[in-house]
Nanobody, 115 residues
Framework: QVQLVESGGGLVQAGGSLRLSCVAS????????MGWYRQAPGKERELVAT???????NYADSVKSRFTITRDGAKNTVYLQMNSLKPEDTAVYYC?????????WGQGTQVTVSS
């Protein structure tokens, strides 16, 4: 069984930065795809960014040039550096893992951006 544990959320003013971290535990192999989704109140969960084990990255258009996803494959850890945060980035951010079709989710961490 795989567990994903996020950390790093919080409250920040618009224009500020936050760094989210997610550690996967319970398996020894590198999870094929790791990344982040977010869900704002009253909205559906949406993709933020993903990164594969060989470094292929995908960003949502809304975060390109502001957010950076990286991973440490040896540690099954994924990071999300969020810069130039906007109030519309306010959401619960979920760590995501997908290993050849088997999906894993973290419990979520709240990010609140004040205007």
């Amino acid at each position: 069984q795989v567990q994903l544990v996020e950390s790093g959320g919080g409250l920040v003013q618009a224009g500020g930065s936050l760094r989210l971290s997610c550690v996967a535990s319970g398996r020894l192999f590198s999870i094929n795809v790791m990344g982040w989704y977010r869900q704002a109140p009253g909205k559906e969960r949406e993709l933020v960014a993903t990164i594969t084990s060989n470094g292929r990255i995908n960003y949502a258009d809304s975060v390109k040039s502001r957010f950076t996803i990286t991973r440490d494959g040896a540690k099954n850890t994924v990071y999300l550096q969020m810069n130039s945060l906007k109030p519309e980035d306010t959401a619960v951010y979920y760590c995501y893992g997908n290993h050849w079709g088997t999906r894993y989710w973290g419990q979520g961490t709240q990010v609140t951006v004040s205007s």
